[in-house]
Antibody, heavy 122, light 107 residues
Framework: QVQLVESGGGVVQPGGSLGLSCAAS????????MQWVRQAPGKGLEWVAF????????YYADSVKGRFTVSRDNSKNTLYLQMSSLKAEDSAVFYC???????????????WGQGTLVTVSS | DIQMTQSPSSLSASVGDRVTITCRAS??????LAWYQQKPGKVPKLLIS???TLQSGVPSRFSASASGTDFTLTISSLQPEDVATYYC?????????FGPGTKVDIK
């Protein structure tokens, strides 16, 4: 079955950096686009980033552009999110999610991980 | 960027009631709209894709429609297990954007 397991969350000071990982299994990772979505405590969903199945295209929310970098290693079935210049407003549960169909463009996500909590605080 | 709005922000209805949630896009997104259900303490679940296509396993009391830049999610007969926050999301163009959510509970 499809599994997505995030890791790497924790407490980081404002201005600091943190890297998240998402280990995927149960499907052919190299054929699916992947996304990161975050949710601040008690708040709504905020889309963060997308990476195409082969890593050739990446898109970001305006709020994280220039500070966050999405990447993937298809040989390790792993998705990454490198975050720098972190702000208090970046505090959230970060979810990785799989595109609904392989190789597609303009698709929603269907499977979500359980999320990893990032807290930006001094 | 495309902005998504939802109304109402919350609603309370009785079991068996018909519930309608509206989502509006700030510009045309064709049918590139999804609806997600997030139950308390759970991860979101994809209910509807392509504005009106019900995902496998989703109860038939859920339906959705589109008219221009206005999209509607309807629960024909509200059940206790439908208590959740519902989000629309446009995936027509990056940055993808979610609506602010509609919280549904039982009266």
């Amino acid at each position: 079955q499809v599994q997505l397991v995030e890791s790497g969350g924790g407490v980081v000071q404002p201005g600091g950096s943190l890297g998240l990982s998402c280990a995927a299994s149960g499907f052919t990772f190299s054929t699916y686009g992947m996304q990161w979505v975050r949710q601040a405590p008690g708040k709504g969903l905020e889309w963060v980033a997308f990476i195409k199945y082969d890593g050739s295209n990446k898109y970001y929310a305006d709020s994280v552009k220039g500070r966050f970098t999405v990447s993937r290693d298809n040989s390790k079935n792993t998705l990454y999110l490198q975050m720098s210049s972190l702000k208090a407003e970046d505090s959230a549960v970060f979810y990785c999610a799989r595109d609904f169909v392989p190789g597609g463009t303009r698709v929603p996500v269907d499977y979500w991980g359980q999320g990893t909590l990032v807290t930006v605080s001094s | 960027d495309i902005q998504m709005t939802q109304s109402p922000s919350s609603l309370s209805a009785s079991v068996g009631d018909r519930v309608t949630i509206t989502c509006r896009a700030s510009q045309g997104i064709s049918n590139y709209l999804a609806w997600y259900q997030q139950k308390p303490g759970k991860v979101p679940k994809l209910l509807i894709s392509a504005a009106s296509t019900l995902q496998s396993g989703v109860p038939s009391r859920f339906s959705a429609s589109a008219s221009g830049t206005d999209f509607t999610l309807t629960i024909s007969s509200l059940q206790p297990e439908d208590v959740a926050t519902y989000y629309c999301q446009q995936y027509n163009s990056a940055p993808l954007t979610f609506g602010p959510g509609t919280k549904v509970d039982i009266k």
